[in-house]
């Protein structure tokens, strides 16, 4: 079974059209500045001096300015432009990520029809998450052929309901919306047909730049004038929970600037906030951690994948459940920052699922 990458870059052309990429020098950036030093970042990228320093000085001719500069007292740092070339590099990975991976998964998929014995794949819709991209990297692991396309969770659910995937994942918040959020889904779901599978507990939250220099403290200040905001895509269930949570607090979510904008997965949106294109962003935890955001949580939800019921006791999905409930997937997912694996792998009633344990 082949395995296909689909990565993002970045490529630099000068006036006379002389082309770079900068795919290899956004890595030694990096370690510039983690190490201080470029001595001592070529050695963490496995590249001679005089190739790191051939490198750097090819992107700035193309750039028409340095990447590096020096401090006395702190040796090799990023300029001002190596660090917007690092944003830059790491915005576009992480805006397109998710749908390059799905990309990715769907061409191998296709290849290998041709390639290899007939397989049955793990056909996966889902709503974005980290416990997701958790599960397909464990399945992989595993070989067990997998085929994801990242959607929103109604998207995801009406495909379940026409047969087109295997699970459906899609969230629902703990308290006082969980009603309304989950009539969204019931309408595409049958009790007698389909089960849920828990996946994690997770919380979502807001992104601010480090430090909150806007002082913002809650959903209210969205409000403000001064505040711009970056949001989920309509029919993601994000988007849904911030307009069910803006009216109950009476702001009219078409009154929040920025609320029209569109971005298909967390990451995208704590990298925008990273990047400084928009001041607040909402999501779930890691993508704040990873950014190297602040982050106060409004609500904890649950995760689910909805399923076939006579089809639990069989593969693939038995294999499936079999790798949620096993220990080192519990424990990868546990280190996630705000999420909550203690249901991993359980199967809920439909009715039961949606209404919560406790909500």
């Known amino acids: 079974m082949i395995k296909i990458e689909c990565r993002a870059q970045l490529v630099v052309r000068d006036a006379d059209g002389r082309e770079a990429s900068l795919t290899d020098v956004v890595p030694l950036l990096a370690f510039v500045d983690e190490a201080g030093s470029i001595a001592q970042a070529a050695t963490l990228k496995g590249l001679s001096y005089r190739h790191a320093w051939g490198l750097l000085r090819s992107i700035e001719e193309r750039l028409g300015g340095p990447l590096i500069a020096k401090e006395r007292g702190r040796g090799s740092v990023l300029s001002e432009l190596g660090q917007a070339v690092l944003r830059s590099q790491r915005l576009c990975g992480e805006r397109l990520g998710g749908n390059m991976q799905a990309l990715a998964s769907e061409v191998a998929s296709d290849l290998n029809r041709w390639l290899a014995p007939p397989a049955d794949d793990v056909r996966i819709h889902a709503s974005h998450g980290y416990a997701v991209a958790t599960l397909v990297t464990a399945l992989v692991a595993n070989d067990v052929p997998v085929d994801i396309k990242y959607r929103d969770s109604a998207e995801a659910v009406t495909a379940l309901a026409r047969g ?15 009603t309304a959020c989950a009539d969204t889904y019931r309408r595409w779901l049958d009790p007698q047909r389909h089960v849920l599978i828990h996946l994690t507990r997770r919380k979502q939250g807001l ?37 069910l949570a803006l009216r109950r607090i009476g702001i009219d979510p078409d009154r929040v600037n920025g609320y029209a904008s569109a971005e298909l997965t967390h990451s995208a949106i704590a990298a925008f906030v990273a990047s400084g294109m928009a001041d607040v962003g909402f999501g779930v935890e890691p993508a704040a951690h990873h950014f190297g955001l602040d982050f106060i949580p ?15 006791q069989r593969p693939p999905l038995a294999t499936v459940i079999d790798l949620l409930r096993g220990e080192p997937f519990v424990s990868s997912v546990a280190r996630l920052a705000g999420y909550d694996p203690v249901e991993c792998g359980k199967v809920f009633d439909l009715d039961a699922g949606l209404r919560g344990t406790d909500a």
């Open 298 to 312: 409004v609500v904890d939800e649950d995760y689910y994948f909805a399923c076939d019921r006579t089809r639990l």
């Open 207 to 243: 992104f601010l730049a480090r430090g909150n220099p806007k002082r913002i403290g809650g959903l209210g200040d969205l409000s403000r004038d001064d505040i711009r905001f970056v949001n989920r895509q309509p029919g993601s269930g994000t988007r849904l929970l911030l307009d």
């Open 164 to 178: 087109e995937c295997d699970l459906a994942g899609f969230h629902v918040p703990r308290g006082e919306f969980r």
